[in-house]
């Protein structure tokens, strides 16, 4: 039978593909290729999985951001990303625990992106 076995890609539009595609890579640590993207590798601290969840029209989950997704990725040390990301002058909207889920804290790129950083609980 056929299905689907997991995402491929995430792919938005951006007003300067180039200076975004900086900012991912000297701010979040993506390794950006010539071809403008960034390929994650399978890492044994990936989260255990890739949550697809469409949200009511009116949720204000994505608050500050004006845009219609929000990017969540895992991290493996959510202080010490939080650390790093302090010291590029990033700022934390909000941090979060959530029972069974693991930690949370949310950002923005300079597209106006909210981005959530999560730390797995193991």
Known sequence: MARITGVGGIFFKS??????????????????EDWGGAMLMPDPLSPPMLVFSPFAQ???????????????????DLDAYIAMLNGKG?????????????????????????????????
């Open 15 to 32: 007003p300067d593909k180039k200076a975004l595609s900086a900012w991912y890579s000297d701010v979040l640590g993506l390794k950006m």
């Open 58 to 76: 009116d949720t204000t989950h994505f608050a500050p951001s004006t845009r219609d997704f929000m990017i969540n990725f895992g991290v493996d």
């Open 90 to 122: 990033v700022q934390i909207l909000k941090r979060e625990e959530a029972a069974g889920q693991g930690r949370f804290a949310w950002i923005m790129d300079p597209d106006g992106n909210k981005i959530e950083l999560w730390e797995p609980e193991r």
